[in-house]
């Protein structure tokens, strides 16, 4: 049978991979070059060319460089402009600097981070960066987790966690024994809880439904005074950063005597944790280390690419027992396992660029993202307001709230601002209000980007 590729030498093989990794940093380079300038948004035509790239699969190899050129050539220009410093939609930051070459290099090992083993520079690194964010939130020294793909997993492992913890103490071994049966566990979230944390206890069996909302204020806090008895067989969820408009669960006022109920006391943070790294915001987070686990995201505010999320548990045992396998080819004992901690086996080893990013950043790069995009923020508020718009939150970080009179004309605003592709800001409905949602997540945004932007909302919000 002749092979396609006659000449397959480790002379070719090195050959083309350098040829490779030449054009696809050409390519990469070449689309952050207009990152700053192209509109946000793709436009509709670029969306339209992507028909070119969905046929049907060859029966014939076709040269790596000639994929990567069509990738580059109709897959680039109908992506979302996120590098730029102009996107406040969702959550979504940039990559830093560091992240984004050690992407380029940990893509380019192809390890394998379930085991030690397959890894060691990965293991020890998803380690390392776990300390360090433990260490950057304020939490106990005992803190450990797991590197997984974003706050969806990061709540889900954490809450398989509490599920275990629980009802071992109820003397229930779910793992063995599943949950029909089992003594009833109650969940307690905030009424303006983020969907995947719905989604989790879902996955989980806990149930979406079978929960106790507490109500929250306008803000979307929950309001203490309306907290149910708490008991050992509870979860209770609080929120750091809320989606919409970035506020806190008041957690110094709920935590101590929660903690004293023998409930298993949960955060979601999936960006706003990330205000403890400021001098000027920490007191935001105060009273949140008193937990048993917390939920956070890497790829939010901190800007380390996707994907990226992080569990953290004051007692990580708990999580091992949730996560670990057991496997005649698999070491049990030695140092930590990723996987152990993991609802996935094998995986990409994202605690790399997680790793990198918070090494070249340090305490004060972080610092300096949080409170950057928070004054941006402001800046958003306080122009819009000025213009006679209303501003629907307090903003406490880096999420802004904007009614422009009416939810026609709301929603008008921030269609024709998308289509403009200066900027790109989402709608959202919050307590029943339509609302622009800007979300300032990113390290790129500059003061011009700023001005630009809130030109070009002004100019939407005429035109609607
Ligand atoms: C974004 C977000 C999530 C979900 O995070 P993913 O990384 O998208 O899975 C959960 N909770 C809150 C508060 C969030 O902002």
């Known amino acids: 049978m002749p092979s396609p590729n006659p ?6 093989i090195a050959a083309t991979r350098a040829a490779i990794l030449a054009q696809s940093t050409s390519h990469a380079a070449d689309y952050l070059a207009q990152a700053h300038a192209r509109p ?9 060319d992507l028909p070119a790239l969905c046929g049907d699969l060859p029966d014939h190899p076709t040269a790596p460089s000639a994929v990567l050129q069509q990738l580059h050539l109709l897959g680039s220009p109908a992506t979302v402009a996120n590098s730029g410093g102009r996107y406040f939609g969702f959550v979504n930051g940039g990559m830093v600097p ?22 060691p520079t990965a293991a020890a690194l998803e380690a390392t960066a776990i300390r360090w964010i433990a260490e950057l939130f304020g939490l106990p020294a005992s803190t450990g987790g797991a590197v997984v793909t974003g706050a969806t997993m990061a709540n889900f492992s954490c809450l398989a966690a509490a ?12 793992e063995n024994d599943g949950l029909f049966g089992a003594p009833p566990i109650t969940v307690v979230v905030g009424d303006e809880v983020h969907s995947s944390l719905i989604k989790a206890l879902g996955m989980l069996g806990l149930g979406r439904r079978r929960i106790i909302r507490v109500p929250v204020d306008s803000q979307g806090r929950m309001r203490i005074n309306s907290l149910p008895r708490l008991d050992d067989r509870t979860i209770l969820c609080l929120q750091a950063g809320n989606v919409n408009t970035g ?18 006391i949960h955060v979601d943070g999936a960006f706003g944790l990330w205000a403890a790294t400021s001098d000027h915001l920490r007191h935001l987070t105060a009273g949140y280390s008193l937990a048993d686990s917390w939920a956070t995201d890497g790829h939010k505010w901190p800007n380390i690419g996707y994907d990226c999320g992080i569990a953290l548990l004051r007692e990580p045992q708990w999580l ?22 993991n ?22 790069g972080l610092a300096d993202i949080v409170d950057r995009t928070t004054a941006h923020a402001q800046r958003f508020a306080s122009s819009l307001h000025a213009a006679g718009f209303r501003i629907l ?12 009179g009416s939810p026609a004309h709301t929603l008008a605003t921030v269609a024709h601002l998308q289509q403009e592709g200066t900027c790109w800001c989402g709608s959202t409905l919050w307590q029943g209000h339509t609302a622009m949602r800007i979300s300032v997540s990113s390290w790129a945004t500059t003061d011009a980007d700023v001005e630009l932007s809130l030109a070009a909302i002004l100019r939407a919000a005429r035109q609607g």
């Open 7 to 12: 000449a397959h030498t480790a002379d070719s």
């Open 343 to 364: 609802p996935e086996l094998s995986r990409r080893a994202r605690g790399v660029e997680l790793w990198a990013a918070l090494r070249s950043l340090g305490r004060a």
């Open 320 to 341: 091992k027992a949730a996560m670990s396998i057991q496997a005649a080819y698999l070491q049990q004992d030695g140092p930590r396992e990723p996987s152990q901690y």
């Open 163 to 174: 599920r275990n913890a629980l009802l071992t103490r109820a003397g229930w071994d779910v």
């Open 393 to 404: 939150n307090d903003v406490v970080i880096n999420q802004v709230l904007v009614d422009f």
């Open 247 to 264: 506020s806190f669960d008041p957690a110094a006022a709920i935590l101590p005597a929660a903690r004293d109920s023998g409930a298993w």
């Open 98 to 119: 560091a992240a984004l070459g050690a992407a380029i290099l940990v893509n380019t090992w192809d390890q394998n981070a379930a085991f030690q083993v397959q890894s």
């Open 40 to 48: 946000v948004a793709p436009t509709p035509e670029a969306v339209a």
